[in-house]
């Protein structure tokens, strides 16, 4: 048998590791490494993936040396440190949302798995595909300490409470079920292998949720027959989909959808987040281009943003009673009689704090990628054995495909509301002392522009997102729902790498904390680390107001437990952390509102080729004004 053939082009990238970009027909034995394997089927399931992240460790390592292998470098693919594990599992959920698919983060044995685990656990609750290799003890290891033959306690690994008995190798195995969706371990069954790499995978991209594999250290060097990498071409499709239930259950969903907004005089439609969470954002986009603007009124949650909100017929962030403002909440809660919530995420940070009131609205419909409800009658798409009878966008293209705005009843223009941001800022004598959080909320609204990625960090200044409206195609990426302050510099250098690996130029813009910053700093230094691959750099905003003001702000906003070192150089870090000479950044201390106007009036359109760092001096007790009403205190 010859060996096989497959001719390796290059992805959507222009830029990769070396810069090459070469594209060369690679020759691919008839056997390769598992490790080869398993590298080369993430790249099938993410075509677009370029980056594989996390920290090396003895447990891995052996799986490591496949990254470097020629068929893998001719997929342009690379692995890429961070600083600690925690900020590897957030810069892999920032990267998996940012290139709209699968992520990769690679860690080690106990100590390497377990500081990642909470970032992979805001991946599960934020709806987040990311795949965690966790390199383990080899197979002989774990199958003595069943045998029990003797008690042997390896470095990493918590040895049993009686001293008589051997370790459980499973012990951290066994802290994930309630974290991610799927959890394999590879042993040395070369089919089985392979069978249990595609079933993590595919409900790891099917859930857009996390997914763990365990690699044993001694398997990575097992030799596959390259064959099953092209006999079952990788394919996440739902096991129902086509189906005769599938389609009877579809059919009846969309006429049912359908009827209800053909006879609505007021339908509204408000876009959720888990439309674009499971990688369905064209077809939304696509169904929402066919609604008639004179009729149906468009609204986003404050978690999704994630339709053009310059349309003429977006009315604004619904957010119960942290809407954008009441004029937006009247339309939703009082001017609407059908309400279709596409792509739904119920939780508390969601809905306002539970603050929505939608009792006057005739005609509800929820549609969530596990069931769709209309009024009390639900359709339950997930079916029990876990998969599903068609997805969230097989659902928005049917009903694109079937639209048909002749057939609304009412053809009279509803009298619509629009919220447009006018400046909230108001000069007071503390501008000489710091800068009010309403002037960079009228900044941003102006600042921002097209195409932007903004990055939010879970902090004071996230509950005045209803206070901006966004231009045309930006993305947000916060994880406000989990809420785990410091996520947010990482994931920017995951979406920074994302980014590059696309050879995309749109601007990268981060709104951080001074408190949530010196959780996960360390991973500043790896934009410096990395700077020969990304030549587009973010802008990153440091608000540093001298603590945890949400936290001053609930209770104790005087006691020491608020208190964070405020002493910090913050403009001098990216020296410390290699730009010693400045090549690659710029910095600045903004301490009141002369000098913001007077720095960002001559900035506007600063070079994506160096990052930019503005440290910004706000008050220790300022927050939106919007801050009270998005607190849930139950």
Known sequence: MTPVIETIQDGESSISPNNSGVCSPVSIPNEIHLGEYLFLRIAQANPKLRSIFGIPGDFNVDLLEHMYSPLIAAKDMKFVNCCNELNGAYTADGYARTIGGLSCLITTFGVGELSAINGIAGAFAEYVPV????????????????????????????????????????????????????????????????????????????????????????????????????????????????????????????????????????????????????GFKEQLDQFVDLLPTSIAKLFTTNMARNVDETRENFIGVYHGKGSSDDGVRQQLENETDLLVTLGYFHNEVNTGAYSRNLTDIKDIIEVHPDYIKINHQVYHIKQKDGERLFTLGDLLSELTSRFDPTKFANH????????????????????????????????????????????????????????????????????????????????????????????????????????????????????????????????????????????????GPYRSYNDINGHWKWTQLMETFGDSDRMRHDSVTLKNVDEFEGYFNGHKSSNNSRLQFYEIIAGKYDVPERFSKSLCKK
Not at 485 to 498: C, R
Request: net charge negative; with cysteine; hydrophobic share 40%.
């Open 131 to 278: 795949l965690h290799i966790v390199g383990v003890t080899t197979t002989k290891q774990a199958q003595q300490a069943k045998d029990g033959t003797e008690v042997l306690n390896y470095h990493h690994l918590v040895p049993s409470v009686n001293p008589f008995d051997s370790p459980n190798h499973d012990v951290y195995k066994n802290m994930v079920n309630g974290v991610s969706v799927i959890q394999e371990t590879l042993g040395t069954d070369q089919e089985l292998n392979v069978e249990k790499i595609d079933r993590v995978l595919k409900k790891i991209i099917q859930e857009s949720r996390p997914g763990y594999l365990f690699v044993p250290a001694d398997v990575s060097d097992i030799l596959v027959p390259s064959v099953f990498l092209f006999m079952n071409p990788f394919n996440a499709e739902p096991k129902h989909k086509n189906s005769a239930k599938s389609i009877e259950v579809l059919d009846d969903v969309c006429d049912t959808i359908l009827e209800k907004m053909y006879k609505s005089t007021k339908p509204s439609v408000l876009s959720d987040c888990l439309t674009s969470r499971f």
């Open 412 to 555: 009279t223009p509803v009298p619509m509301y629009s919220f447009t941001p006018g400046a909230i800022y108001k000069q007071s004598s503390n501008d000489n002392y710091f800068i009010p959080q309403t002037k960079i909320i009228d900044h941003l609204n102006t600042w921002l522009k097209p195409n932007d990625l903004l990055i939010m960090e879970t902090m004071s200044f996230s509950f005045a997102l209803p206070d901006l409206k966004f231009p045309r195609n930006l993305q947000l990426l916060s994880a406000n729902f989990y809420g785990s302050i410091g996520y947010a510099l990482p994931a920017t250098f995951g979406a920074t790498m994302a980014i590059n690996d696309m050879g995309s130029n749109r601007r990268i813009i981060l709104i951080e904390g001074d408190g949530a910053a010196q959780m996960t700093i360390q991973e500043l230094s790896s934009f410096i680390r990395y700077q020969g691959v990304l030549p587009n750099m973010p802008k990153i905003y440091l608000i540093n107001n001298d603590g945890y003001t949400v936290e001053r702000a609930i209770r």
